[in-house]
């Protein structure tokens, strides 16, 4: 396993040097509350992800986010957004890496950078439908594996089914 970088990266670092390696397939990042993101093309989220942990040294994955942007998709037409929140453990920055995904596509699951996605993953497919290609064991987390329907997409039925 390669060293950690020693030094903390700028907030500069962290906007550009993933820009510089990946090009247009991750887009400027935004800074806000201390926290730093940036918005990644699925074709590259593993690569994005594993070049933020080796050369800038963001080691841990503090959480993931499923998001549902119905009743119509999002900015990129695209229905779900994932989002991976980073931290550079000890006292470092924070970086948070958003992926857009459509309703029939999967994402790659990244358990092979980051263990701790593996539960991650799983309750963002069980909540969302959201499918993580690779992954080491995908079913559900919380609901039966005959339950019908994801309780976390917005055209869930309130009252159930």
Do not use: C
Request: aromatic residues 10%; proline residues 9%; charged residues 25%.
């Amino acid at each position: 396993m390669p060293e950690r970088p020693t030094e903390t990266p700028t907030p500069a670092a962290i906007d550009q040097a993933p820009r510089q390696r990946f090009g247009a397939a991750v887009s400027a990042g935004v800074s806000e509350k201390g926290e730093f993101t940036l918005r990644a093309g699925k074709d590259v989220l593993l690569d994005v992800l594993g070049f933020l942990k080796t050369e800038l040294g963001f080691n841990v994955l503090n959480d993931m986010i499923g998001l549902d942007h119905h009743p119509g998709p999002g900015e990129t037409g695209k229905r779900f957004s994932v989002l991976y929140q980073l931290y550079r453990f000890p006292g470092g920055p924070r970086v948070r890496v958003g992926v857009n995904v459509a309703e029939d596509e999967s994402l790659p699951t990244i358990t092979g950078l980051y263990k701790s996605a593996d539960w991650a993953e799983r309750e963002i497919f069980d909540m969302f439908g959201i499918r993580f290609e690779g992954h080491p064991d995908l079913r559900r987390i919380y609901l039966p594996e005959d339950f019908d329907g994801h309780p976390l997409r917005k055209d869930f039925p309130l009252q159930g089914k």
